[in-house]
């Protein structure tokens, strides 16, 4: 090993290390009126257009693709407590279930 890499190894860093929690919400909805995948898909566009392009979320759809009177996707939420993930989590929530127009049938929280 070099001298250089001993050096780094001994000096201990001047920034606390944080630890990343996970937080992943699962949302079942009841689909009406969706002729084909497309439109479907179409309905939830909101869902990545908004909650897609904040930093801390990353969202996907995540089962029943080819179903047309069901849709699932989940969110996954980082930050640096569970509190925190779980109120960002809540606050989402109420955002999706006023903005998407397909009722909320389960909703599923995993804290990782």
């Not at 944080?18 to 919400?25: E, K, L, R, S």
């Not at 497309?38 to 693709?65: H, Q, S, V, Y």
């Amino acid at each position: 090993m070099s001298e250089a890499m001993r050096r780094l190894l001994a000096e201990a860093p001047d920034h606390p290390v944080v630890t990343p929690h996970m937080g992943v919400m699962t949302l079942h909805f009841q689909v009406y009126g969706c002729e084909d995948i497309k439109a479907k898909r179409k309905a939830f566009t909101a869902l990545k257009a908004i909650w897609g392009k904040e930093p801390d979320l990353a969202i996907a759809e995540t089962g029943d693709f080819d179903a047309l009177d069901r849709a699932t996707w989940s969110i996954a939420a980082l930050g640096t407590s569970t509190q925190l993930i779980q109120q960002r989590l809540d606050q989402v929530e109420k955002a999706i279930e006023q903005r998407i127009d397909a009722p909320v049938l389960e909703v599923h929280r995993e804290m990782l």
